[in-house]
């Protein structure tokens, strides 16, 4: 068994499938795996270089010899918070290139299930992070929004805010993956590492926003009716997770617990 590893990005995750089908080991004798997962005895470990000529043709393949909707669905599941994302889509894609584009309704078949269930929870995700994302204005009038999920949907999202706000300067920040969507009014955005110290600290809240967050929180607790406070549905509706990025949970119990985890 040869295993070849790549990074988590959407470019490495092509290069590896490239290398991978370019190998003419057989499929079976190949895998795809994140690099840094523990080590199998008697198997041939090799690095994926990534490049962006491999990530280009893999790309124009899906989408000459298969669709635009397959590649949609493709390019989702790589953004999947699976760490086995990679061997996944590639074994989607032997199936696809076999039996056509149809191959995307037929669930029965475990490695398309696969693909669909990642798209369905990425899917949901996203959903949610529209309507919880709060950005806040800094000191020079850019608008910082800052989010955390698990699937590394900064791009969907980015693409979600440019639409809706697209004579703004803002900074969507993914403070898990440690990258932001920059974004100009009047213009496009891009995505940018955002790891090292400068960013940590021009991230950090230099804002006299505190006025307005306090009157939000006090208008927040001031339509809530105590005798139909129900925490439980309010999970349901508005998880735990989401709420350290949220400027009405501020401060309160439940949201100072979840960040200390």
Request: hydrophobic share 40%.
């Amino acid at each position: 068994m040869t295993i070849f590893l790549c990074g988590e990005e959407v470019e490495e995750i092509w290069c590896g499938i490239y290398d991978a089908w370019m190998s003419r080991l057989g499929h079976e004798q190949v895998r795809l795996e994140p690099a840094g997962c523990n080590l199998d005895l008697f198997c041939e470990y090799r690095q994926v270089i990534t490049t962006p000529e491999k990530a280009a043709k893999v790309t124009d393949s899906i989408r000459t010899r298969l669709s635009e909707s397959c590649y949609e669905q493709i390019y989702k599941a790589a953004l999947s918070q699976d760490p086995f994302r990679g061997d996944k889509i590639y074994r989607f894609l032997i199936l696809a290139f076999a039996l056509g584009n149809g191959v995307q309704n037929r669930l029965q078949l475990p490695a398309v299930y696969e693909i669909f269930q990642m798209n369905r929870n990425l899917t949901r995700e996203y959903d949610h992070m529209r309507g919880f994302t709060r950005f806040f204005q800094m000191q020079e009038g850019i608008l910082l929004g800052k989010i955390g999920p698990k699937n590394d949907i900064i791009t969907l999202l980015a693409a979600h805010f440019a639409d809706r706000m697209p004579q703004e300067n803002w900074i969507l920040y993914d403070c898990g993956r440690k990258k932001a969507a920059v974004h100009q009014a009047g213009r496009g955005w891009v995505l940018v590492r955002a790891d090292s110290a400068l960013w940590e600290e021009r991230l950090s809240r230099e804002t006299d926003e505190a006025v307005f967050e306090t009157l939000w929180k006090t208008f927040h607790s001031s339509i809530a009716i105590a005798q139909r406070r129900n925490p439980r549905c309010q999970m349901n509706m508005l998880p735990l997770r989401f709420r350290p990025y949220m400027v009405e949970f501020e401060g309160t119990p439940e949201n100072r617990a979840k960040i200390s985890e």
